[in-house]
């Protein structure tokens, strides 16, 4: 597997896939501004490095909802694994916890949680919550993410309704019985999100009362992906979340969503160290993650890469894309100066 370059393993992920599943990872809503956007921001930042600093050891070591982490790489949730490789989360789940990272388990996995859990064991894991409007089914989640020991509940808020996708219409999945969402009573057969008669239709309406909720009925930590705006993120905070992940789905809902480079400093003044903060869109490289985190995030999560890797080399193409980040990370933290992460500041960036 050749990670270094991931346009190329994009390329080669694309003739592996069946054009449905290619589209379906990649695309994004509308005229994929966002999608494109994200990727744009990141490279539009420049670095100030420092120099003159003992680089001699370098220390990705980070610290995540007080967990000990090898680095701040995440693995962002993503539907349907199966899609990608017939191993689906399993495989996902094995590369993750070779490469140290956090496993972010959708809840349209393919695959139970529970064999999740058992498939490694020891590694940190997350569940995403899409909150479901039937509270018996929404606590039947979060009491199994509890028991197979997942650390916090990802509760995703950027998609009250579908987004819409032209490219993704253009090539449709097929569904199969055997890519079912094996986490939802019934395990139905997955449909995936950009399908024609979706669009605009209602998925997952939380509502600030729905967050007070799932903090009170939880026992995990609350974390809230998909927040763009300082005022909202207070919100959260306030309502009791430990952590904020700033994300517009990766451009898949609502086109036109400010980059998520863009939003970041405005979130990190808003919580102002109340609460943690993550970011993800249109991480590629070991600099995007140092600009990340000088803008005052604490760690990033990936989808996009994974996936290739995944359809690629199953569990070892997830572990060679996460590795090959991390050795990125160090890279820059040297020539940068930093020897931890504890030493990107926000100095770290020139102002544009
Ligand atoms: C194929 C695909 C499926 C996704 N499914 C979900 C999901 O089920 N829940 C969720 O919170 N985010 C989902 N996302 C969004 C990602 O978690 C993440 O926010 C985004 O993709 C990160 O951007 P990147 O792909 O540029 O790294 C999905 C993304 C992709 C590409």
């Not at 992940?245 to 480079?261: E, K």
């Amino acid at each position: 597997l050749d990670s270094a370059d991931f346009d190329a393993l994009e390329d080669k992920a694309r003739a592996r896939l069946s054009p449905g599943a290619y589209a379906f990872a990649a695309a994004g809503a509308d005229d994929e501004i966002t999608l494109a956007e994200n990727i744009a921001a990141w490279r539009t930042l420049r670095l100030r490095p420092r120099v003159l600093n003992d680089v001699a050891k370098i220390d990705t070591g980070a610290s995540i909802l007080g967990a000990g982490l090898r680095n701040p790489i995440m693995v962002a949730p993503f539907g349907r694994h199966k899609l990608f490789h017939p191993e689906g989360e399993c495989a996902t789940a094995r590369g993750a916890a070779a490469a140290g990272a956090v496993f972010v388990l959708p809840t349209t996995s393919t695959v139970s949680m529970e064999d999740v859990a058992s498939e490694a064991a020891t590694a940190p894991r997350w569940f995403q919550l899409y909150l479901p409007p039937d509270r018996g089914l929404a606590e039947n989640l979060i009491d199994r993410a509890a028991a197979a020991s997942f650390g916090a509940i990802v509760l995703t808020v950027d998609q009250p309704v579908y987004g819409s996708s032209p490219r993704a219409a253009r090539a449709p999945l097929t569904p199969s019985p055997d890519i079912r969402s094996a986490n939802l009573p019934g395990q139905p057969i997955a449909q995936h999100s950009y399908k024609p008669g979706h669009t605009g239709s209602v998925t997952f309406p939380a509502t600030l009362r729905d967050l007070e909720w799932l903090v009170s009925r939880s026992r995990l930590d609350v974390v809230v992906k998909g927040v763009l705006r300082g005022d909202d993120a207070v919100r959260c905070v306030e309502a009791g979340a430990k952590a904020i992940i700033v994300s517009n789905h990766g451009g898949r809902h609502l086109d036109g969503a400010i980059a998520t480079a863009d939003a970041l400093p405005e979130m990190a003044d808003a919580i102002a160290g109340k609460a943690e903060l993550y970011v993800d869109g249109g991480i590629r490289r070991g600099t995007d993650i140092v600009k990340a985190l000088a803008l005052g995030a604490r760690a990033v999560l990936v989808a996009r890469p994974v996936i290739w890797g995944l359809a690629l080399g199953g569990a070892e193409g997830v572990r060679a894309v996460l590795d090959h980040l991390n050795a990125e990370l160090a890279r820059a933290m040297a020539l940068c100066g930093a020897a931890r992460l504890a030493d990107i500041g926000a100095d770290l960036v020139a102002n544009k």
